[in-house]
């Protein structure tokens, strides 16, 4: 079946209604995006097409997130490929609203605010940043609750059906919040987090990659072989050694660290234990970030024993 557009949430609430209707659907999916998609949005979308009768995509840049004019200005839209890619991997439907129809009026007056968990790691070297994401993905959440359109009776057998959001495991501190955000305020979704995708040699595939120059690219391999670095030690109760690891970043001429640290998968704290020189046992998430040349680049590695 052919992808459809709706560019307002009325024609989203009507178009998913029909949508289960027509498929006597019990589940719908929701996959949030900024567009330039690649092949880790694929992942997610057909992660959510194998788990729902519906899935419904998201493109919207959304400009509370951008500190920098400048960089909103230079994110880019690729709304032709971005509808191309998702039909391949079956989404039904793509919401792609206009900034006035996401915040109608201009910038909102009340905010989704982060919280500690958002004042750390991304949110310390990008004030505002997850107050901005929280806040449309919020919105989003919303506005794609399935059954707004249903009339008594439709959808799964009279009742609403079920609902997830799909995220990407590489925004390893976006997907924390996002599932806070949920627990914390009651949200009727379900958060479901998808492997983050990396190329051949190691790079986990953002829409950033596409202004690394050839010497940048191959200088920012280090932040995933400083992680697999990580990863093995972790898989063989070992000391992480984070020093050593950090060590291999910062010889990189090309690489300004930002951060680098291993910290508990719930609350983001780093673990002041059971990792720097005793074996590790238990979970975490090792987290880095780092500017490539003038591109800055985010990954992580989920750690366990």
């Given at each position: 079946m052919p992808i459809k557009l709706a560019t307002t949430?009325?024609?989203?609430?009507?178009?998913?209604?029909?949508?289960?209707?027509?498929?006597?659907?019990?589940?719908?999916?929701?996959?949030?995006?900024?567009?330039?998609?690649?092949?880790?949005?694929?992942?997610?979308?057909?992660?959510?097409?194998?788990?729902?009768?519906?899935?419904?995509?998201?493109?919207?840049?959304?400009?509370?997130?951008?500190?920098?004019?400048?960089?909103?200005?230079?994110?880019?839209?690729?709304?032709?490929?971005?509808?191309?890619?998702?039909?391949?991997?079956?989404?039904?439907?793509?919401?792609?609203?206009?900034?006035?129809?996401?915040?109608?009026?201009?910038?909102?007056?009340?905010?989704?605010?982060?919280?500690?968990?958002?004042?750390?790691?991304?949110?310390?070297?990008?004030?505002?940043?997850f107050d901005g994401a929280l806040t449309v993905v919020a919105k989003l959440l919303h506005y794609g609750i399935p059954g707004a359109g249903l009339t008594a009776g439709e959808g799964a057998q009279g009742g609403l059906p079920s609902y997830r959001a799909y995220f990407g495991q590489k925004d390893a501190q976006q997907l924390a919040l996002v599932r806070r955000m949920v627990a914390d305020l009651n949200f009727p979704v379900e958060i479901v987090g998808v492997p983050t995708v990396r190329s051949a040699d190691g790079l986990a595939l953002s829409s950033r990659n596409r202004f690394l120059s050839d010497d940048?690219?191959?200088?920012?391999?280090?932040?995933?072989?400083?992680?697999?670095?990580?990863e093995e030690r972790a898989n063989a109760r070992e000391p992480l050694d984070l020093e050593s690891a950090q060590a291999l970043v910062e010889s990189q001429p090309l690489v300004s660290l930002d951060y680098f640290d291993v910290v508990d998968p719930a609350t983001l704290e780093p673990l002041a234990e059971n990792c720097r020189e005793t074996p590790f046992r238990g979970e975490a998430l090792a987290l880095i970030a780092a500017k490539v040349g003038p591109v800055r680049l985010i990954d992580n590695a989920p750690l366990s024993s």
């Open positions: 949430v009325a024609d989203l609430h009507a178009e998913s209604a029909r949508l289960l209707t027509l498929k006597r659907g019990t589940s719908q999916g929701l996959v949030p995006t900024m567009g330039a998609l690649h092949e880790g949005h694929a992942a997610l979308a057909r992660t959510a097409v194998e788990q729902n009768d519906v899935v419904v995509a998201t493109i919207f840049v959304n400009p509370l997130q951008f500190g920098d004019a400048t960089d909103l200005d230079r994110y880019p839209r690729t709304l032709d490929a971005d509808l191309a890619l998702l039909e391949v991997q079956g989404v039904d439907l793509a919401f792609a609203p206009s900034v006035e129809e996401v915040y109608p009026g201009g910038a909102p007056l009340v905010r989704i605010t982060s919280g500690m968990l958002g004042e750390k790691w991304e949110g310390a070297s990008r004030p505002g940043h940048e690219r191959e200088a920012a391999l280090v932040l995933s072989r400083a992680l697999r670095l990580i």
